[in-house]
């Protein structure tokens, strides 16, 4: 098993096998991702203290500048600017559980003990 396929497929750093987040309904639900307290396998514990995932906030922001700049640079040679942001922003609601969802199994697989 690949190390990185436990980021991809959110579970656990230690096992591999548990899920970080409640994996029924879809990403497209406008509600936030419950994230799980313990791994149903081995019983990590994902939070560690209260501001833990402060940092993953980083991350969150960097894979939505990742997805914007791209949207800006393909559309800004043919539509007004004013479409732009609104493309942007609607590329933003579309992936914004998504980045928070990757940002946190990320921030919890880079800081595991």
Same mark, same amino acid.
């Given at each position: 098993m690949s190390k990185f396929t436990p980021i991809l497929n959110g579970c656990c750093?230690?096992?591999g096998k548990g899920k970080i987040f409640e994996t029924k309904g879809s990403l497209l639900r406008l509600?936030?991702?419950?994230?799980?307290?313990?791994?149903?396998?081995?019983n990590y514990r &994902?939070?560690?203290?209260?501001?833990?995932? @402060?940092?993953?906030?980083?991350? /969150?922001?960097? #894979?939505? %500048?990742?997805?914007?700049?791209?949207?800006?640079?393909i559309f800004a040679w043919f539509l007004p600017l004013a479409w732009i942001f609104t493309l942007m &922003?609607?590329?933003?609601?579309?992936?914004? @559980?998504?980045?928070?969802?990757? /940002?946190?199994? #990320?921030? %919890?697989?880079?800081?595991?003990?």
């Open positions: 750093p230690i096992c509600k936030a991702p419950k994230m799980h307290e313990r791994c149903s396998e081995c &994902f939070d560690k203290e209260p501001g833990y995932f @402060f940092g993953a906030m980083y991350i /969150s922001y960097g #894979l939505a %500048i990742a997805e914007l700049v791209p949207v800006f640079l &922003f609607t590329v933003l609601l579309f992936t914004m @559980f998504f980045n928070f969802r990757f /940002s946190r199994v #990320l921030w %919890i697989h880079i800081f595991h003990e």
